[in-house]
C-alpha cells in the first residue's frame, strides 16, 4: 500500500471549466486539484488559501453536485453521521437504514445527502433523533 506521502495523481481528468466557488462573498471560480492527503481529485477555489471553496469529482473529473460552501460541507457530514449510525450501530442493514430514511421523510426521492441542502441535512438530523433508534418512536 502507498504511504500518502508518496501518493502520485492520476493522470489528469478532463477539467470543467467556469465552475464559480459557493462561499459567501467570494468571486473566485472552481479549478482542477489533486489532494496529496485524500488521494483524490477535486475542484478548489482559485482564492486559496483565503477561500476553502470544493466541489468533490466523479471519476471522470465531471463535478459531483454543485459548487458548495463550508457550512453546507459541515451539515451534510454532521446528518451522514448521525444517520449511519443506524446501519453501522447495526438497527438496520444499510439499504434497509435508506428505506427507513425515505419514508420518515415523505419525499417522492430521497436525495442522496450529497445533494442535500443545509434545510434537508437539519431535517435528516431531527428525524434520527426523534424516530431513531435511541428514541422512544424507534
Known amino acids: 500500500m502507498d504511504d500518502l506521502n508518496t501518493l502520485k495523481a492520476p493522470e489528469r481528468p478532463l477539467e470543467v471549466k467556469g465552475l464559480k466557488c459557493a462561499e459567501p462573498g467570494c468571486t473566485g471560480t472552481l479549478a482542477l ?5 485524500i488521494g483524490k481529485w477535486f475542484y478548489g477555489c482559485q482564492n486559496w488559501p483565503n477561500c476553502n471553496g470544493v466541489l468533490p469529482t466523479k471519476p471522470d ?10 457550512e453546507l460541507m459541515g451539515w451534510r457530514r454532521k446528518a451522514h453521521e448521525v444517520f449511519d449510525r443506524i446501519w453501522k450501530d447495526g438497527h ?3 439499504g434497509q437504514a435508506y428505506a427507513w430514511l ?3 421523510l415523505g419525499w417522492k426521492e430521497a436525495p442522496h445527502m450529497e445533494y442535500m441542502t443545509i434545510e434537508q441535512c437539519q431535517q435528516v438530523i431531527r428525524i434520527v433523533a426523534e ?3 435511541d428514541s422512544s418512536n424507534w
Open 33 to 37: 486539484r489533486w489532494s496529496q492527503k
Open 61 to 70: 473529473g465531471s463535478p459531483h453536485g454543485e459548487p458548495r460552501t463550508r
Open 92 to 94: 438496520l442493514k444499510r
Open 102 to 104: 425515505h419514508k420518515q
Open 131 to 133: 424516530r431513531g433508534p
